[in-house]
């Protein structure tokens, strides 16, 4: 019998990665509802291939004729909560939406008791508190799709516990790894004149500009310390960050015997989509298997916290809690993309970050309406921070 996947976000790399895994192996996987924000050429062209029983697309204003180019058979979901419909469909959804977008779907596959593949990491990092509730009450598993925390999760499986000792319970460290991004090495005073262009060219990872960008300031690994927070139940002072130029090991756990497990391949995002599309089993198909004829050493160092001191400031909103995640993520989100725009350096970026943190009003995060809430605000300090230093 095969397994229905709902892949939602299923333009984007995570989407069409996962497309590309159910491809290969047809008999035991099958497609259940596609969801795109506007891409409706594209989900239409995956409709055909595919045949779910779904089609979901966000944005109404492109969907106008849409039912008619879908196969017969797949219904269309249209409008702001379509995907989150759509996240009942499947025994499996991969929820690979960008952005607060993502949220409902979270929200949704979780009350439904499905398997959540989880690439979103707004979910989490911005409303961890309320996604814990929903997961909490649910029958559901969350799984995490990207390459840090598939790697705990799978390290986490090696230890063997008893009905009164959680894994958690003997973990003494969760070490993510960091590849260092572009700048890896240089000190603060090198990164004062830094373009766009350079923050972009990414040693390791293709990714999209925004989180390429977070990849050069240590953000992204800021946030994923959060996002493991949430995922694990593990103390802010139990998580630790090593910078790896290799990325091939992906996370290792620590246990209270000092035994490391580690996680370790090449980088291939299609490993960590075939884990939750096959857990707790394994795909049969190799994804990022290493040569160890070919690899010939591994490096780790601490990273620099003065010239990356956005990853300290992800730790202090993490302990803060509350919406505090959510607060230093919108207003990156903001200084990223004037950043893009040239109209502030690099530098400025963590900067912005920490004004805005310590204006933090302190808010609960109560429900979804309040994060929001939260999020818009972070937004509208950000923005006038940073008008401050353009006309400064």
Not at 24 to 46: H, K
Not at 180 to 208: C, I, K, Q, Y
Not at 268 to 273: G, V
Not at 282 to 310: H, K, N, V
Request: glycine fraction near 6%; aromatic fraction near 6%.
């Amino acid at each position: 019998m095969s397994t229905s996947v709902a892949v939602l976000g299923s333009s984007g790399s995570i989407g069409t990665q996962t497309l590309e895994i159910v491809r290969a192996d047809p008999e035991r996987y099958r497609v259940a509802a596609l969801g795109v924000a506007r891409s409706v050429d594209l989900v239409v062209e995956q409709a055909h291939e595919f045949r779910p029983d779904v089609v979901a697309v966000a944005d109404e204003s492109q969907a106008r004729d849409l039912a008619d180019r879908l196969p017969a058979g797949t219904d269309l979901l249209v409008g702001d909560e379509a995907m989150a419909h759509a996240a009942s469909s499947g025994d499996v959804v991969i929820n690979g939406v960008v952005g607060f977008a993502g949220l409902p779907v979270t929200l949704a596959a979780l009350d439904a008791g499905k398997r959540l593949g989880l690439a979103n990491k707004e979910s989490l990092i911005a409303a961890g508190p309320v996604v814990q509730r929903v997961w909490a009450a649910s029958a559901g598993d969350l799984i995490p799709v990207d390459s840090e925390h598939c790697a705990v999760h799978q390290c986490l499986r090696a230890n063997e516990v008893t009905d009164k000792i959680t894994a958690a319970d003997r973990v003494a460290e969760i070490v993510l790894t960091a590849s260092g991004g572009p700048f890896r090495g240089r000190s603060r005073d090198d990164l004062e004149s830094v373009t766009v262009e350079d923050a972009l060219a990414h040693p390791t990872w293709s990714m999209g500009p925004k989180i390429t960008i977070d990849s050069s300031t240590l953000m992204n690994k800021g946030l994923e310390v959060i996002e493991a927070h949430e995922l694990f139940g593990v103390d802010y002072d139990h998580i630790d960050v090593v910078v790896h130029p290799q990325s091939v090991v992906h996370s290792m756990v620590t246990y209270t015997d000092g035994a490391t497990i580690a996680q370790l391949s090449m980088p291939d995002m299609r490993l960590c989509i075939g884990y939750a599309l096959a857990f707790p089993d394994r795909l049969e198909m190799p994804y990022g298997a290493i040569d160890w004829t070919e690899m010939s050493r591994l490096d780790f160092q601490p990273p620099d916290l003065e010239a990356f001191p956005c990853l300290r400031l992800c730790f202090e909103a993490g302990r803060a809690g509350e919406t505090a995640p959510a607060w230093i993520s919108a207003a990156n989100e903001v200084a990223v993309d004037e950043f893009l725009k040239g109209r502030i350096r690099w530098v400025d970026i963590p900067e912005v970050l920490e004004a805005s943190l310590q204006v933090w009003p302190g808010t609960n995060a109560t429900d979804v309406d309040v994060v929001l809430d939260v999020d818009r605000e972070a937004r509208v300090v950000a923005a006038e921070l940073i008008e401050q230093r353009v006309h400064a």
